[in-house]
């Protein structure tokens, strides 16, 4: 089984920084891509960034230039930093593994972002 673990959310004033975390364990195949998700109430969940093991990166249009993702596979570890936040940021952020041959998606339990006006 894999597990993955969220944290570092919170409650930010708008234009205010936050760095999520997010760690994983147990069997973690290769090649994959660690990427973090947000759903906001009422909407879609959608990608906010992805980061291969090879160092790929790619990223939402909407967080382009205020977003940046980063991983250390060592530590089987994948971070958010987040800043130049905005209120429309407000969601709950997901962490997310994809086992790229199996197709196979993994979440952690979410972490609720809020920025205020």
């Known amino acids: 089984q894999v597990q993955l673990v969220e944290s570092g959310g919170g409650l930010v004033q708008a234009g205010g920084s936050l760095r999520l975390s997010c760690v994983a364990s147990?069997?973690?195949?290769?090649?994959?891509?660690m990427g973090w998700y947000r759903q906001a109430p009422g909407k879609e969940r959608e990608l906010v960034a992805s980061?291969?093991?090879?160092?790929?990166?790619n990223y939402a249009d909407s967080v382009k230039g205020r977003f940046t993702i980063s991983r250390d596979n060592a530590k089987n570890m994948v971070y958010l930093q987040m800043n130049s936040l905005k209120p429309e940021d407000t969601a709950v952020y997901y962490c997310?593994?994809?086992?790229?041959?199996?197709?196979?998606?993994?979440w952690g339990q979410g972490t609720q972002v809020t920025v205020s006006s």
């Open positions: 997310n593994l994809r086992i790229i041959l199996r197709r196979n998606d993994y």
């Open positions: 147990g069997s973690i195949s290769r090649p994959n891509v």
């Open positions: 980061h291969t093991g090879g160092g790929v990166t």
